[in-house]
């Protein structure tokens, strides 16, 4: 049981190139909650009310997300076989964030939110759409998900989900400025992820949409009908 496991962590194969992006994205989450909090100060937010669910940060993270949505969405269009998988998953990772943080309709919410039938079919659609993609990228490229899911590449998810469990024990001590600080930077390693898959996707030499889709089509009913 453990020597597949440990040939497996020990395989060559694909590496995450973005190095630093542990220390760019908490750079740059610093400074954009410190220039949010030094900007709603002045308008007489208290600090509570700066870091409450659906304030001021909460709609900064919605912001780096829908960022996050739109380049990963560009950069799965230019890029192939796995880049353009782990493009794919970052966006739906970033669309399902970006529906849990959108307030829910109520009363007093009209713009900007989600009603509670939309919610659960928006997070199925979205779930489908990378089970889907999923299952056609390991039947086209045999053994492609183990590379894709190998900590080696995928470590930048790994550290989304540390730095989200952490900002949920804050949640769980009531400590909110914590909770949405944690959750910030999460979303922003998870955009800062999408930024380097869109610059490295602007450097490939992809041919048309149009062509990629009917190549893709024959080579995944190639094995198909020789069963």
């Known amino acids: 049981m453990h020597k597949p496991i440990l040939t497996w962590l020990r395989s060559s194969g694909p590496t995450w190139q973005y190095k630093r992006i542990w220390l760019d994205a908490l750079i740059a989450t610093l400074c954009l909650n410190v220039l949010a909090y030094v900007i709603f100060s002045k308008m007489g937010f208290t600090t509570f009310e700066i870091f409450e669910e659906d304030g001021p940060i909460e709609d900064l993270q919605s912001l780096v997300l829908a960022i996050t949505v739109v380049l990963a969405v560009l950069a799965a269009f230019r890029t192939r076989i796995l880049a353009r998988f782990i493009a794919i998953t970052t966006a739906c990772i970033a669309v399902v964030f970006f529906m849990r943080e959108m307030p829910i309709c109520r009363g007093d919410v009209t713009v900007y939110c989600v009603s509670k039938t939309s919610l659960p079919i928006v997070l199925g659609a979205t779930a489908l759409v990378l089970l889907i993609a999923t299952v056609l990228f390991e039947l086209r490229h045999r053994g492609g998900l183990s590379r894709a899911i190998h900590p080696r590449l995928s470590w930048p998810l790994a550290l989304i989900a540390l730095i989200l469990a952490a900002g949920q024990a ?18 922003m390693v998870l955009m800062m992820s999408a930024v380097w898959l869109f610059r490295f996707s602007r450097k490939q030499p992809v041919e048309p949409l149009k062509v990629r889709a009917r190549a893709g089509f024959h080579k995944l009913m190639h094995p198909l009908s020789h069963r």
Not at 170 to 187: M, Q
Request: hydrophobic share 40%; aromatic share 22%; net charge negative.
């Open 170 to 187: 804050a949640e769980h001590f009531d400590i909110v400025e914590a909770e949405e600080t944690f959750e910030s930077y999460g979303f």
